[in-house]
Each structure stands twice: as structure tokens, then as C-alpha cells.
């Protein structure tokens, strides 16, 4: 376009060739070159085949006041800069004073050398800053993931150090909340395996800044933490002093989780602001992931130290009877029903016989298995003044109705179990709000046992009337609870397994061993069910010994 | 996998002075605490007398029998009557072997 350049234009006033006024390009004049390379915002030096600077513009003398026409370019301070090696047309960054520069080489014939000078501090600083927090945020992202990944509280401490070793420090421990005596530890060091220990309690209090960090209380800057002071059970054998220190609480839900405890070698690089701020954030990660896991595992524990109150005893085999059971609890702790069943014997020649129940607590989970380990505790104290069972179950009904928990409703069938004459048995039971027991015969007809009675715990009165049952030698009384009746399943998947279905099933297993009987029972509940969500299911059989 | 039907109640008033809950889908364990915090609602205000039908429950557990007592109780406890106008079989089934039968009011 430079013919259509106008003649009146800045280029102008410096002085213009009249050949271009002309239309014809014509090489600018010295004075010309030497204003473009003026105004040109790169730093110039110009020097000869000799290594003398023979121009410098504005931009390069401000950078480095020490480079003028006629010195050498070599002396002073900026003579790193400008190395012989620096390879033609190539561009390297060089670090001067607080400044990073751009410098790069051009030759101009053999006698001139020229190179320019780029102040590139800001926008390197600006890059740095972006590579860093990336590279924050990718080590955040991964520590995210891998916190996440367990609900156990040691498998969870592991990680934390894991990955503090190998990102923040030489070597990284967690401390965890301290018990009565000692508190457990894991340490990573890098390249090392990891190490686990405890320590005493008292001993943590040596470590600047950990009783602060256990206590919850928020960290306090690295440089106040004095790292010659720091006992030897922190440092792994080996690791050489420590020469800086940052000891971090984990925060949990509302207690802390156990600190994080950093520390670099002497020599190495202090932990600055925005390395603490990272610590505090990973901390606050690690923290929430090693108290979620506690609590898991505290709950865990809660729920296996509750449902084993719902666990059946071993059945004895009273004398000319069998007894066989199953107690299928719902697959999910939270969906764990209220189902039990219990055997108590009299005591060594002591009177009565030995009683048996089967019942149902009302709702699900932990209060469920709660009332019914209740019942059951609360039945055995009752038996010790009480046996006939017509008045055992008005008995637990007031008790259930003092209760103070929601709900306390139960329904049950309690039984007593005597041998008759012949092989016979005789089984005397109340029925209270539950699934009356079927009878199965020898000749395989089933019928179902007359007796009913309130549900206890919600009426102010649970009058029941005993029904007494005889069984001929290898015929069974069958106590169930509704999860059997009520299962939803069948070819269409949501039709009611019911109570004629149980009576024509049992009616196929006449003259079966009682276990058999259980067994067999269990399985058609189950293959109804076909995997589908289930409610516990409890089954209780008494036969007179074949 | 069982699918449950949803649980929906519903609130009509017909006839002066008394309240019609519609109960419908399954009352169970997930369930039950709607009905109760209903029913308390219903008799903190004027509510005197309360029929339930039941005709459209699918299935009520032991949880949702609860919820049940727990509103004829707070019935009682108010001086209101409960009454239940409509149920199925299996629920008048489910009555007879709890003995709530001999408690509630039922449709003859």
C-alpha cells in the first residue's frame, strides 16, 4: 500500500525521499531508521562485528542504564545477558535483577549485531500464577478423588499423608484425635514406605503447634513454629533436621479430625502464604473425608451392636420336641425390620416349660431393633415372676405402654411347649395383633390356629385368650411373621406372596424333618421374592419328635 | 425391583362438621410420619369428626398401622371421632388380626 501512502503522514516530518512523493519505495534515511527503532517498544542494542554497542534505544537503556554507545557490550551488569553462544534468532529467557527478560539475537551482515530486550516480568509472573493454581487445582481435584473413595478412617489418613508427601512436603503425618492414652499416627515420606504408630498422648504436646492443632483451634503461620524443636518420633529415621514446619487441624463435623503435620528438609523451601492457604484447603478435605469415615464406622458399629439384639439364639431341643428357625433380616441396615424370635428354657430344675416367641416391632432400622431387643429383654425379666402366658402379654403391654419411645407397638405369638403322653406335644399360645401359627398335620392338612388378641403397646388393655394345640409325633406348628405373608414378588413382581400360598406350601412338606421344613419354606419365600427389596422374614417351627 | 405406589391424601369436606381424609398408595415406613403430621394438623384446628377411607391404600406396614393408632389417639385425646368409611379386604383382614377391629370403627 505504500503507494497510496500520503506524503503529509507522521513518516513525514523526518524527512522523506522525494522519490516517494513520486510513487516509487525508496529506502528510509538514517534518521528515519534510527526514530523507528526510537519508538519501537522492544529494547535495541546494536552493536559491531567487535562486540561495542553502537546504538541503544530508549527501551533498552531503561531496562539496563548501564549499555551506551562505545562501551562494550559485555561489561557491567548486563553482560550475562548477552551471551556469544546465544544462538541466532532464538529467543531465551533471562532472569536480570527482579526482571525477566525476553532477549533474542539477530545478525545484520557481518558487522552488525542487533538484539532486543522484551521486559516479560508480568506476563511471565502472570503464566506462573496461572501454571500454579492449575497445578493447586489439579492436586485438589485428585485429592478429591482419592479422599472420597474410602469410608475407613485409617485408609482415609493414609491417603491425606499420601498425598501431602508427595506434593507438599519431604514428609507428611496425620495425627489422629488422640484417645485417653495414646493417639495413632501414619506418616509418609517420599520414597519411603508408609508408617504407621501411636504415640502417647501427653508426647503430642511436644510437637509445636499439634495440642493447638488437636484441639481444633485454626493453624498458626509456619515461621511462628520453631522446627529445632520438634521431637524425634515426628521426623522418620533418617530424614536428616527439619527445617520448616506447618502443623495444620483436620476439621471434621464439629470435632476435629486430627491435624496435619508437614515438614521440609533444612535447606529446602520455606512454606509460604499461598502454600499454607493450599495446606488449610487439603486439610479441610482431608478433614471432612476422615470424620465422615468415623462416623461411617462409629454407625457401622452402632448398627451391629443393635442388630445383634435381633440375632436368633441357637434353638434347644426340648424334651419329644424339635425346634427349627430362620430369620432373614432385610439386606439394607436401614431397612433392618423389628422381626425376632426367642426360647426361653426354665431354669434347671426349676418349674414351667420352656416358652417360645416370634414377633414383629413396629418400623425399621435402628429403633426398631432397639424395641425389640427391649421385648425380648423385658420378656425374660417377666418370666422370673411370671409364666402363664395369658398374663405374661397384658404384662408387656404395660410395659410397652410406658415406654417412652414413638411407636412402641408390637405384634407377637408367644407359645409354651410341653411333652405329652405318646410322643404328642402340646403347645399353648396367645396371639397378640400377629399372624395366627398354622398347623400342619400328618396327613398334610393345614389349618390355622383359632386365637387372636390386640397388638401390644398401643390399647390400654391386651386381654388374650390361650389356645391349646396337641401335635402327634412329627406334625408342626408353624409361627411366622408377615414379611413371609406380605412379600411382594411372584412372576408379575408386586403380587402378595399371602396367607394361602404359605398354607398350600407348608401342606408339601408333611412328614419332613422340621428343618426341612423351614428350610424349604424359606426357599419358596425367597425364589417368590426374586431379588426384589424385602422386608425380614421370620419363621419358627415346633414338632413333635417323629 | 418392587415399585411402590406413590402415598397421596387428600382433604374433603363434604357434609358440615366433618372431615374426609382420602388415603391412597402405600402407607408404610417411608410414609407414615405424612399421615400423623396430617392428622395433627387437622385436629389442631376444628376438626371434630374425621372419616378415613381407605379404599385406595395398596399396602400399609406395621409402621403405617401405627400411624393409624396414632391417629385415632389423637383423636381421643381432643375429644374427636375417627371413623373409617371405606376399606379393602385386605386392610379389614389386617384389622382382624390385629385386633383393631374391636377399636376402630369400621364400615359394617
New interface residues.
Given amino acids: 500500500m505504500t503507494t497510496a501512502r500520503p506524503a503529509n503522514g507522521t513518516a513525514g516530518t523526518v524527512g522523506v525521499a522525494a522519490g516517494d512523493l513520486a510513487g516509487t519505495p525508496a529506502a528510509p534515511d538514517g534518521r528515519l531508521l534510527r526514530a523507528i527503532v526510537e519508538a519501537c517498544g522492544e529494547g535495541v542494542v546494536v552493536c559491531d562485528a567487535g562486540g561495542v554497542v553502537v546504538m541503544v534505544n530508549a527501551a533498552a537503556a531503561g531496562l539496563m542504564p548501564g549499555l551506551a554507545p562505545g562501551r562494550p557490550l559485555t561489561s557491567g551488569a548486563a553482560g550475562a545477558l548477552f551471551r556469544p553462544d546465544h544462538p541466532e534468532g532464538d529467543s531465551r529467557r533471562v532472569d536480570h535483577g527482579r526482571r525477566r527478560l525476553l532477549v533474542r539475537r539477530e545478525s545484520f551482515g557481518v558487522a552488525h549485531r542487533a538484539w532486543y530486550l522484551r521486559d516479560v516480568t508480568a506476563e511471565s509472573a502472570r503464566t506462573g500464577a496461572l501454571l500454579a493454581e492449575r497445578h493447586r487445582t489439579r492436586f485438589l481435584m485428585e485429592a478429591g478423588r482419592r479422599l472420597s473413595a474410602s469410608l475407613n478412617t485409617r485408609r482415609c489418613a493414609r491417603v491425606t499423608v499420601e498425598l501431602a508427601a508427595a506434593s507438599l512436603a519431604d514428609t507428611a503425618m496425620v495425627v489422629l484425635p488422640p484417645g485417653r492414652r495414646q493417639a495413632g499416627w501414619v506418616r509418609a515420606t517420599g520414597g519411603r514406605p508408609l508408617q504407621e504408630g501411636t504415640v502417647g498422648t501427653a508426647a503430642t504436646a511436644s510437637v509445636p503447634g499439634l495440642a493447638e492443632a488437636l484441639a481444633g483451634f485454626p493453624p498458626v503461620p509456619s515461621r511462628w513454629l520453631d522446627p529445632a524443636q520438634v521431637p524425634g518420633w515426628l521426623l522418620p529415621e533418617g530424614f536428616g533436621p527439619a527445617g520448616h514446619l506447618l502443623v495444620t487441624p483436620l476439621p471434621g463435623n464439629g470435632v476435629p479430625a486430627g491435624a496435619l503435620v508437614l515438614a521440609r528438609r533444612e535447606g529446602g523451601s520455606s512454606f509460604d502464604e499461598e502454600g499454607e492457604t493450599l495446606v488449610r484447603v487439603f486439610a479441610s478435605r482431608a478433614g471432612a473425608a476422615i470424620s465422615a469415615a468415623a462416623l461411617y464406622q462409629e454407625q457401622s458399629a452402632t448398627n451391629a451392636i443393635l442388630t445383634a439384639d435381633l440375632m436368633p439364639p441357637e434353638l434347644p431341643a426340648p424334651a419329644g420336641m424339635e425346634l427349627a428357625g430362620s430369620l432373614r433380616a432385610a439386606q439394607q441396615a436401614a431397612l433392618i ?2 422381626d425376632f424370635y426367642d426360647v426361653y428354657l426354665p431354669e434347671p430344675g426349676g418349674p414351667g416349660e420352656p416358652l417360645v416367641v416370634l414377633g ?5 432400622g435402628a429403633r426398631a431393633a432397639v424395641l425389640a431387643g427391649q421385648v425380648r429383654h423385658c420378656l425374660r425379666a417377666l418370666l422370673l415372676v411370671e409364666r402363664r402366658i395369658e398374663r405374661l402379654v397384658p404384662l408387656l403391654n404395660r410395659a410397652l405402654r410406658a415406654c417412652p419411645s414413638p ?1 412402641p ?1 408390637v ?1 407377637l405369638v408367644l407359645g409354651a411347649l410341653r411333652a405329652g403322653r405318646d410322643g404328642h406335644a402340646r403347645v399353648d399360645l396367645v396371639v397378640a ?4 401359627p398354622l398347623i400342619l398335620r400328618r396327613d398334610g392338612g393345614v389349618s390355622e390356629v383359632g386365637a ?4 401390644l403397646g ?2 390400654p388393655q391386651a386381654p388374650v385368650t390361650p389356645v391349646s394345640v396337641d401335635l402327634a409325633p412329627g406334625e408342626v406348628c408353624l409361627l411366622y411373621s ?1 414379611g413371609i405373608t ?1 412379600a ?2 411372584g412372576p408379575g ?2 403380587e ?1 406372596y399371602g396367607a394361602r400360598r404359605l398354607k398350600d406350601a407348608l401342606a408339601t412338606c408333611a412328614g419332613m424333618p422340621v428343618a426341612a421344613v423351614v428350610e424349604r419354606l424359606e426357599q419358596i419365600s425367597t425364589d417368590w421374592l426374586g ?3 424385602q ?1 425380614d422374614r421370620a419363621l419358627l417351627a415346633v414338632q413333635a419328635r417323629p | ?3 411402590k405406589t406413590p402415598f397421596r391424601t387428600e382433604v374433603r369436606s363434604t357434609v358440615p362438621g366433618i372431615t374426609l381424609l382420602v388415603l391412597s398408595g402405600d402407607l408404610d ?1 417411608d410414609t407414615a410420619s405424612e399421615l400423623s403430621t396430617l392428622a395433627e394438623g387437622l385436629f389442631s384446628g376444628d376438626v371434630r369428626h374425621l372419616e378415613l377411607d381407605l379404599s385406595g391404600l395398596d ?1 400399609v ?3 403405617g ?2 400411624a393409624l ?2 391417629v385415632y ?1 389423637a383423636a381421643r385425646d381432643r375429644d374427636a371421632a375417627m371413623r373409617i368409611v371405606a376399606l379393602t379386604s ?1 386392610l379389614r383382614h389386617m384389622f ?5 377391629d ?2 376402630f370403627d369400621l364400615p359394617a
Fill in positions: 425390620g423389628g414383629d416391632v413396629c418400623g425399621k411407636n407397638y405384634t395383633g400377629h399372624p395366627a387372636r388378641g390386640p397388638l398401643a390399647l408377615d406380605e411382594f414378588g413382581g408386586r402378595m431379588g426384589a427389596v422386608d | 425391583m418392587l415399585e415406613y399396602f406396614d406395621s409402621s398401622v401405627a393408632i396414632n389417639n385386605y382382624r388380626v390385629t385386633a383393631l374391636q377399636v
